[in-house]
């Protein structure tokens, strides 16, 4: 995944969220957008995955420019998959049927052969035996995990996680970080969105540090973690690792 990323501004009213940023990466599987909240992380993240229209600048991934109309746009959601905090199940379906409506209803699957797609996946992630559950019976944990599972068996070509485990405890965030990490050992790629330094720094091909509506530092973990020289992104680490 060749990400290029430029002069991107985005504005709600009269706020500027994103101004002028830019960023362009290696050949990655997993980026990893770090910084304070209300920096531009979401608003970056959501322009990548195709929900929102920047009102100035440009990306490409592979070198195949993302669209703008929304037509186009369409189409390019329906090649990608989005997790977002809140894990917008829906809570009259069960687990399974979850799953199988975007397969059903958008990819035009049979219901056969929508269970077959759904089938080694679940079991692959320790899910299959609440499959029969409704929302209301999971714990946050595996209501997120279904929700990742929604987003991966539409199998695309990457995935975008905006801050999957913000809203669970530390046993779930736990749960929730072992299967994105799988993920990425399966060869998905993704960006994602997170808080867990320790997680970004073992996950990440590379960091991209989003504030103040740019990209101040992008790299390895290490460098942008550990070494970065750029005074705004060093006082971040050195006050949230401390």
Known sequence: MLLDVRNLVQRFGTTTVLDGLALQTGDVRALVLVGPS???KSTLLRILAGLDVPVAGSVAFDGEPLPRDEPALREYRRTVGTVFQAYNLFPHLTAMENL???LMHVHGLTDRDARARVREPLER???ADHAHKRPAELSGGQKQRIAILRALVVQPKRLFLDEPTSALDPEMTA???EMIGELKDL???FVLVTHEMG???RVADEVAFVGDGRVLANGSPGEVIDGSDVPRVRSFFARILS
């Open 100 to 102: 199988l409506l975007p």
């Open 175 to 177: 749960e929730v970080l």
């Open 125 to 127: 992630f320790s899910l």
């Open 187 to 189: 060869g998905t790629q």
């Open 199 to 201: 997680f970004a720094r």
């Open 38 to 40: 209300g920096g531009g």
